[in-house]
């Protein structure tokens, strides 16, 4: 359905040339990471302030134009198609750092503020910030989406890291969320709401993050396992060590070998560890040490430390390039990406399923994951157009839901609902979908907020 | 206004003994740790199940009859007074550890289930419950509270540990919030949203709970300072340096002086700050001694470190014995206790700024705090029934949260809302509080869940 002429009308007078009903900017903003896809949206929006983002969301929700947030474009799950046509408000113009408070360790910044510019602004301040999905997101995108990565171990999700946040609800009302204390007890946990909210309930315009101290030390390394079971006990038994570890990846034998083929690297083609330790130089020696000896108890072996800067970023680079490493393995291919989430002790038995499954569909579906959370991704590539393919990589990717479900984990750790796991929702969470339709419909009765996303129940 | 007798006599037949009319229970039932009051509830039921609590709320709602859950009574806020009369839901029968998953960090627990309890089944573990709010508080009212405590800069406070619940809504709907996965991002936050919701949105029935690996080796001290001042900025520069500290207490002269009454102790009158650190030998070691070099740059004086267990244990039970010690500063009295939380860089200002009002104001309020966050609390002495008193030391407390807000921060930082911090809600949230209500109307729509309590837009 276009968008109607009289809104049309109004946000061309509020936004000149930043409202495009262009055929080019329409098609930029109705694209997938993934698989996933949809026809593009009516038209885009670059809003630049909040106020402008509130006029939008009062115009719109006037005419009950869909509205579909924006960032990097990044998501896996199609988070930010426009299912039901409408409007993509492009946030990415928003994207100032606003105020770095170093001896709070916290900096306020406009949603479309990327990690990676945000980590170069706060270089000289002796801060990072750590949360870590790999690509560059937009850390508007990374609440909405409730992204974690590599260093949820030690720091947190998006969930521990966001403090406060401005959104703006879909009538245009503008709220405030939280505080700029490190905690808080007045009231309903409005922030922790909207973290993981995927654009459903309001766009988020503006957040408060922790901000944590550069690690004195940091010593990172890759170690080959014989089997994936001893990798993961070898995990297991460090955390139960209280051995404080900053980031612990596995990677499976195809992954292993994608990164050798993209980074001309020589890793046997089997199970590694990717580890990262972070502290005082006593305590990171004493970590390592440590881990080391765990690590050749559980049949660990070739150990190769990542001791400079530069070596330890060509180790995470290569980690964080699995994405395109992987769909290089089988060249013209699209990927369905699925991430599950599992307790630690079912970790290893989830994995092994998974693989056993992918072998048994005759796909290639390299494995990579986050070890210290139970977080696990296949990324199964199958070629465009192939409706067989892709319904067995949707088999499989159903299947590993389905066996978290059965142990008690999640159907998405990290990547999110979207449209790829909205048909799943209800068997993770039962009654408690009647309690998520009933908050969306309080705060969005006409249902204009990313609409067909995340929860079932609504359209 | 009594129970109407058809509801009293369905809770009858479903419970029998285990539901009151009695005088006796009803005051045991409404009363409060503080000055607040009320009259006390109509009833009192004691539920054995998760059933039971579904079916007795099923029996309320129909009846349009209050319903407010009950711990161990011992909130600070008022939060379970039976401000429009109706049933108290005593939950401490539903006391058993379900469910300890070593290899995964968790536990399963019933919501009566005391926090001394549940470590005292752990110990052989080698895990631990970390969330330390001082009294020994049933686990679905620190859920409920969103409670935190001593050790909440290290291990976080119950958002952060609580993994998953079960909750019975104002229907009698059962659900199911959370995974056992150490992270999600499968749809709403229902678990965050309600930690911390008071008993006004449904009553905890089971919480999955994280547990921590009980440190190699802890070491604790008690320093004394020249000024606050002094003690804040020794606190900052030791969080800037990451110096992972497990608890970082700061208490003033008067509680100081309270400490050495109570406890026979020769603690110098004036500021103190108490700490801990927890990891492997060596990583304590250096903690320690880097934090105390700094302590020693700002002033800081007398270093009694407690090697053993019992010296430990004697040093925070001296903390958590403060609100009594406090309270024998003057006997007879009664106490208003209030707490705020600010950003770190403001913290010396605010308390400073408190001291001088409760002096201004002719009071007697010794100030303790856990400065890693930027959290404190004082405790005004007041004499039952003198208004006089009581007025001002409300007009401190007032004060107080005027300036946590000024600078960024929240009317209370663990207490909670209840009654006491409600009139401050609207100053704090601003247009979010009308989020709050429409969630309570969304999933309470006829305000049985603890009315009267949190959100003000509420009756």
């Not at 809003?47 to 134009?65: D, G, K, L, Y």
């Not at 690690?215 to 080959?224: G, Q, T």
């Not at 139970?374 to 990589?393: C, D, I, K, R």
Request: aromatic share 4%; proline share 5%.
């Amino acid at each position: 359905m276009p968008i109607p002429v009289p809104a049309a009308d109004e946000l061309a007078r509020l936004l000149g040339a930043r409202f495009s009903l262009a055929q080019a900017d329409r098609e930029l903003h109705g694209g997938s990471e993934t698989y996933h896809s949809a026809p593009p949206p009516e038209a885009v929006v670059w809003p630049v302030s909040t106020e402008e983002v509130s006029a939008i969301m009062r115009i719109c929700h006037q005419h009950r134009i869909p509205v579909i947030g924006w960032g990097t474009g990044t998501s896996l799950e199609g988070h930010a198609l426009a299912l039901h046509g409408g409007i993509v408000m492009d946030l990415m113009k928003m994207d100032r750092v606003l105020d770095i408070r170093a001896g709070d360790l916290q900096v306020s910044v406009q949603p479309g503020v990327t990690r990676e510019a945000l980590n170069t602004e706060l270089r000289a301040t002796g801060l990072f910030f750590p949360v870590d999905p790999g690509a560059n997101a937009s850390l508007g995108g990374m609440a909405a989406t409730r992204a974690s990565g590599t260093a949820a171990v030690r720091y947190g999700t998006m969930r521990d890291n966001v403090l406060a946040l401005e959104v703006v609800l879909a009538d245009g009302t503008v709220i405030r969320t939280g505080t700029r204390a490190a905690k808080s007890s007045a009231g309903l946990d409005l922030t922790a709401l909207f973290v993981g909210s995927e654009g459903t309930l309001g766009i988020i315009t503006e957040l408060t993050l922790r901000l944590h101290g550069q690690p004195e030390e940091v010593a990172a390394a890759v170690c080959a396992f014989g089997t994936l079971e001893e990798a993961v006990e070898c995990v297991t038994a460090t955390i139960q060590m209280g051995i404080p570890m900053a980031r612990i990846e596995f990677v499976d034998g195809d992954a292993a070998r994608a990164f050798n083929l993209q980074n001309g690297t020589s890793l046997h083609e089997g199970p590694h560890l990717m580890v990262e330790f972070h502290g005082s130089p006593a305590s990171v020696k004493d970590d390592a040490s440590k881990f080391g000896e765990l690590a050749a108890d559980f049949g660990g072996q070739g150990f190769d430390w990542a001791t400079t800067p530069a070596e330890r970023a060509a180790l995470w680079r290569m980690r964080h390039g699995a994405y395109r490493a992987c769909l290089a393995l089988r060249p013209g291919a699209t990927a369905v990406v699925t991430d599950v989430c599992v307790p630690m002790s079912h970790l290893a038995a989830a994995v092994a399923a998974a693989a056993e499954d992918i072998s048994s569909e005759g796909l290639l579906g390299p494995m990579v994951g986050h070890v210290g959370d139970g977080n696990f991704h296949s990324q199964l590539l199958v070629m465009p157009g192939n409706a067989e393919e892709l319904a067995a990589a949707k088999r499989v990717a159903t299947r590993m839901a389905e066996r978290a479900l059965a142990v008690g984990g999640t159907i998405t750790g990290e990547h999110g609902v979207g449209v790829g796991k909205r048909p799943l929702m209800r068997a993770q969470h039962g009654a408690a979908i009647g309690v998520m339709a009933a908050i969306k419909a309080a705060l969005d009765p006409d249902n204009i907020m990313n609409p067909g996303k995340m929860i079932p129940e609504t359209n």
